[in-house]
């Protein structure tokens, strides 16, 4: 973990997470499930997508409907698993940047994904600012988070076997840069930053080992397939899926460059094979085998 100055950020640089998370981890219950919601909420034709926090890229083909694609990681080693898994493409672009500080112009995103990333984040609200200034008017986002209120810690909590209330709206940090949120606190953030809800897909509402081991794995997707569309009534289950959209409150004219410099906002680079100069500040950041290092 890598405090930096202004924020901490959960670095998974040099991480196995891809392989062993997701690969050993016995988590293609969670994997299934989560690629219906995406498939059900960001199924629109666009031009440009925006996947923050992408990892090693195990959404990315997800978001097919769209033409390219920037993949976004603090990690530099995950954008190479990435790299690796997907290809030099000229479909994918890659920048490790942080997403308290998104280095592009205002308004260029026709939609922006964050799945399995807004619970490393201390400072959620700055995040989904961020988010916004990207995006075009009436651009889509497409958000997971995890839930504070889930079923298993309201149970808990009445049994007296955890000390958080799930019911309060502040997030509870349960380990180090690991947050749960409360749907209503995730709401009045987007909200307050012009992003406004058009449906929430409540996800993995089977995530227990004991399921997981004794229901077979195609009849518990299918369960928690069906059990989603539940996401605008009531959200109970550990991970939700939110889309918003973008209200019309840009005034800037739509977005005519591409990068912003994370030092001074700058939007004029020299580019050359190994960095792109920015001509306010001067700074030279580093292009590393096809990753664009914005940080
Ligand atoms: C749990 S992984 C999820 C990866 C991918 N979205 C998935 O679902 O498989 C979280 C990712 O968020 C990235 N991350 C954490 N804090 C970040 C930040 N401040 N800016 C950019 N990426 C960040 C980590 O490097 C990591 O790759």
């Known amino acids: 973990?890598?405090?930096?100055?202004?924020?901490?950020?959960?670095?998974?640089?040099?991480?196995?997470?891809?392989?062993?998370?997701?690969?050993?981890?016995?988590?293609?219950?969670?994997?299934?499930?989560?690629?219906?919601?995406?498939?059900?909420?960001?199924?629109?034709?666009?031009?440009?997508?925006?996947?923050?926090?992408?990892?090693?890229?195990?959404?990315?083909?997800?978001?097919?409907?769209?033409?390219?694609?920037?993949?976004?990681?603090?990690?530099?080693?995950?954008?190479?698993?990435?790299?690796?898994?997907?290809?030099?493409?000229?479909?994918?672009?890659?920048?490790?940047?942080?997403?308290?500080?998104?280095?592009?112009?205002?308004?260029?995103?026709?939609?922006?994904?964050?799945?399995r990333t807004l619970h490393?984040?201390?400072?959620?609200?700055?995040?989904?600012?961020?988010?916004?200034?990207?995006?075009?008017?009436?651009?889509?986002?497409?958000?997971?988070?995890?839930?504070?209120?889930?079923?298993?810690?309201?149970?808990?909590?009445?049994?007296r076997r955890q000390q958080w209330n799930p019911f309060d709206l502040s997030p509870i940090e349960f380990a180090a840069l690991n947050f749960d949120f409360h749907p209503k606190a995730i709401r009045r953030w987007l909200e307050e930053n012009d992003l406004h809800l058009k449906r929430q897909l409540t996800v993995s509402h089977f995530r227990l080992g004991l399921l997981k081991r004794t229901i077979p794995l195609k009849v518990l997707v299918a369960l928690d397939s069906l059990a989603q569309w539940t996401g605008n009534w009531w959200q109970l289950s550990p991970s939700v899926f939110v889309l918003a959209q973008a209200g019309n409150t840009m005034t800037d004219s739509p977005a005519n460059g591409f990068f912003a410099c994370p030092n001074c906002q700058g939007e004029q680079f020299e580019e050359c094979v190994t960095h792109l100069k920015c001509q306010t500040c001067n700074h030279e950041w580093e292009i590393r085998h096809g990753i664009y290092i914005l940080r």
């Open 120 to 159: 490393h984040l201390a400072e959620p609200q700055l995040a989904i600012q961020q988010v916004r200034r990207v995006l075009k008017n009436g651009g889509l986002f497409l958000l997971e988070y995890a839930n504070k209120q889930n079923l298993k810690a309201i149970l808990r909590y009445w049994l």
């Open 1 to 115: 973990m890598n405090r930096s100055v202004q924020h901490p950020i959960c670095d998974y640089e040099g991480s196995d997470y891809q392989q062993v998370f997701w690969e050993s981890g016995e988590r293609q219950y969670e994997d299934q499930v989560e690629a219906i919601a995406i498939r059900r909420l960001l199924h629109q034709p666009g031009e440009l997508l925006l996947e923050i926090g992408a990892g090693a890229g195990r959404n990315t083909i997800r978001y097919h409907t769209y033409r390219r694609i920037v993949l976004l990681d603090y990690s530099i080693s995950q954008l190479e698993q990435a790299q690796a898994r997907l290809g030099q493409d000229a479909r994918y672009l890659y920048v490790a940047a942080d997403a308290y500080r998104l280095p592009f112009v205002a308004g260029l995103f026709d939609a922006a994904t964050m799945i």
